[in-house]
């Protein structure tokens, strides 16, 4: 193979490059520049380069250079400013430059200008899905306290009002009073029920003592009892304890899909399956229910919230559906996401 560098190979590599590359002179006038400068800038060979807004107002030594680049002989290896764009308005853009070479009286300087847009654009996203994480948080320490609130103080108040009532009803002979504290203690009983479903649905204390299987369990069995049309199956081989934000937010997407499951799906069969792999945990939701369009109900929060929290867990998810046959949701959390590499923020104590 010759040791030659093809003319043709080395124009192309010039022109795809995706930076913006502009050979100019010490006079910044643009000698040649590659088509991604171009789209950048809308500049043209000939032109000069204008100067960013920091070198515009910057305060310059006797017999400096106002470009701030050119001053520095290429010791600055980037810098970040403004420049113009042509006809339209101010870029945030990146810049290098180095000496190429000295010909006579003339130097020749390479300058490199990359767009900041996208990277901003990008910082902005990761600020907001931290935030996000940072929401989800707060929203589920809270919701721990308020369980622990309901169970241990609404609900053990109102358990000792029931112990109180029913020793009371042993000590009445009044045929009408007793039936009536009856119906009070009925009233009573269900008013419990709802805390203890109210406790559960804000945060399972099995959860933090358990695990997820378990508390998976415990969900699909609450609603077999709901719904004994429905024959709702747990497949699992994952039995080791996960991190605390891996275990919420898988919950939380099973207890998601199973709520929409019961509210619309009309299905007779169902199954929650979880697969893990040396490389991740798989999780399938799938019933044999009436179905929907998925691009017609994608941007529904139900199905937002499910991909939002698995995408906290750096995981994909895929939602499939046929009017008639059912639906299937698939999601994917990768490994470190579930040993403890991962953001960990709900402690188990």
């Not at 400068?37 to 380069?49: F, H, Q, S």
């Not at 009286?105 to 901003?120: A, C, F």
């Not at 199956?233 to 929409?260: G, K, M, S, W």
């Amino acid at each position: 193979m010759s040791n030659t560098i093809d003319p043709y190979f080395t124009e192309n590599l010039f022109n795809h490059l995706q930076d913006g590359i502009i050979v100019m002179t010490s006079t910044r006038t643009i000698i040649r520049m590659n088509e991604a400068a171009k789209r950048l800038m809308g500049w043209k060979e000939g032109d000069i380069v204008p100067y960013c807004t920091y070198c515009e107002t910057r305060a310059l030594q006797d017999g400096e250079e106002r470009c701030f680049l050119l001053a520095n002989d290429g010791k600055i290896p980037y810098f970040s400013s403004k420049m113009p764009k042509v006809g339209q308005y101010m870029v945030n853009v990146e810049m290098s430059n180095v000496l190429m070479y000295e010909e006579a009286d003339e130097k020749y300087y390479l300058l490199v200008i990359r767009d900041r847009t996208l990277k901003e654009k990008e910082d902005a996203a990761k600020l907001s899905k931290k935030i996000l994480h940072r929401l989800t948080e707060a929203r589920e320490v809270e919701h721990k306290r308020l369980s622990q609130e309901l169970h241990d103080g609404v609900g053990q108040a109102l358990y000792s009002v029931a112990i109180a009532m029913d020793n009371l009803s042993m000590s009445i002979e009044d045929e009408e009073l007793s039936t009536y504290l009856k119906e009070v203690r009925q009233e009573l009983g269900k008013a419990m029920e709802d805390v203890k479903f109210y406790s559960q649905s804000l945060r399972p204390k099995s959860l933090d003592a358990l695990g997820l299987m378990p508390t998976i369990e415990t969900l699909l069995q609450s609603i077999r009892q709901k719904m004994p049309s429905l024959n709702i199956r747990l497949e699992t081989n994952c039995y080791d304890r996960l991190t605390p934000i891996a275990e919420i937010n898988i919950y939380r997407v099973v207890q998601e899909a199973t709520h929409n499951m019961m509210k619309y799906a009309k299905a007779t069969e169902a199954l929650v399956q979880f697969e893990k792999d040396p490389f991740g945990l798989q999780i399938t939701i799938e019933d044999n229910g009436v179905g929907f369009h998925v691009e017609r109900e994608k941007d529904g929060l139900g199905l937002l919230h499910i991909g939002e929290r698995i995408s906290q867990l750096r995981g994909k998810t895929i939602i499939q559906s046929e009017i008639g046959i059912g639906t299937k949701i698939t999601m994917y959390v990768p490994k470190h996401q579930l040993v403890g590499d991962g953001d960990e923020y709900i402690d188990r104590r």
